[in-house]
């Protein structure tokens, strides 16, 4: 490199127009260059442009933008499935669901009573065609309604035949009111829906919890022909998404750790796992093994994520009017230069699939562009010199 400075240096001094030509081919150069994105000046250039002119929009990391955009987004479960107040709505009878109906009689000589008791028991399934037997009474509809209205229908089915009968109807064994748990549990299977109902949480602990860590499990219900997924932390943290279940619903856990992508001047290019349920930005560089020394710019630090737009114009940033699957293509630029950004990067949380990149500085790109152009051709030079002498 000494070699090669005191060549340039004679160039320099040799000749004005040679150390101009050679000082604009080193500048055209490094604009030139291959590189793993752009640099910090590119995108500072961006940043000043219109956003309407744009399919995405940069933000400048800063206290202001910290505090309205660095916090975790909450995450809601489809309305579909929030909107279910209470389980006990739900519960209607069904096929191969087993009954016991108590009758009693205020009379000793009555059709159900005998010396010892005025009660009768009456055990009855449900059978194919939705119906069970109750002595005269006959075939009674069951499947598709709820005890009490069972009930009803047979004692007054019984006004008239039995004396002053008062009926009891009760769920022995429920097998058409159950639902599904698959995935990463330790005890899969089918659970039986109780008439008092059950939320998501409870119907998990059924199952024996999920194997992976509630930050990496993923819980995605399925009902009739509406699904969604979201992660078991979200449930513990916001009650409204501990819903109630229904009948016929199924519940997969999946084990789904979040991830972010750390490209540029970092020591460990590489896709990382969170390691923490509420990873910041500070954490994430430390993961990727930081800043790498002699290549990164500390000034061209840069996140990028699909962001919401309403949360962006809530936060008063200017949005692309071409928006990609209804988010906004985001890039949040954050200035190491800056004592602050410290700070500022340990409140700003991370989400599933950010991606980091950390543009070269100006002095890698000229020393790359050294090591790529100028030292073949003084090679070259320094070859045709001895050569010729």
């Known amino acids: ?121 009456i055990d009855a399934m449900v059978d194919e065609n939705g119906q069970v037997f109750v002595p005269y009474v006959g075939q009674v509809d069951v499947a598709g309604k709820s005890i009490e209205a069972v009930r009803s229908a047979i004692e007054n089915g019984l006004k008239g035949k039995a004396v002053e009968p008062q009926v009891q109807v009760a769920l022995k064994t429920n097998v058409s009111n159950n639902l599904a748990v698959v995935g990463d549990v ?100 430390a993961a990727s093994g930081g800043l790498s020394d002699g290549l990164a710019d500390a000034g061209g630090v840069f996140l990028f994520r699909f962001e919401s737009a309403e949360i962006l114009q809530e936060a008063g940033v200017a949005i692309p009017e071409i928006l990609i699957n209804d988010t906004v293509a985001t890039i949040y630029r954050l200035d190491f230069n800056e004592p602050e950004a410290f700070f500022l990067a340990r409140s700003f949380k991370m989400q599933d699939n950010d991606l980091i990149y950390v543009a070269n500085a100006f002095a890698a790109e000229y020393f790359k562009f050294i090591r790529i152009y100028v030292q073949p051709l003084l090679d070259i030079s320094r070859t045709s010199s001895v050569l010729i002498d």
């Open 1 to 121: 490199m000494l070699d090669v400075l005191k060549h340039m240096n004679s160039v320099w001094t040799g000749g004005g127009s040679a150390a101009v030509a050679l000082f604009a081919l080193v500048l055209s150069g490094c604009s030139t260059l291959p590189g793993s994105g752009p640099s910090n000046r590119q995108m500072a250039k961006d940043q000043n442009e219109d956003p309407g002119e744009r399919e995405y929009t940069v933000v400048k990391l800063d206290v202001d933008s910290i505090h309205k955009l660095g916090g975790r987004r909450p995450v809601k479960l489809n309305e579909t499935f929030r909107k279910t107040i209470s389980g006990k709505s739900g519960f209607v009878l069904g096929i191969g669901d087993q009954l016991a109906i108590n009758i009693w009689e205020t009379s000793n000589d009555g059709l159900f009573s005998t010396l010892e008791s005025k009660r009768a028991r």
């Open 186 to 285: 330790n005890a899969p299977g089918r659970y039986a829906v109780p008439v008092g109902g059950v939320r998501l949480l409870d119907v998990i602990a059924w199952a024996g919890g999920s194997r992976a860590p509630i930050f990496e499990a993923e819980a995605t219900i399925v009902r009739g022909e509406t699904q969604d997924s979201i992660r078991l932390d979200e449930v513990l943290t916001q009650p409204g998404n501990n819903v109630w279940m229904e009948p016929s619903d199924t519940v997969q856990i999946m084990h789904k750790p979040r991830t972010f992508t750390a490209l540029g001047a970092v020591t460990s290019k590489n896709r990382h796992p969170f390691k923490t349920e509420g990873l910041s930005l500070a954490e994430a560089l």
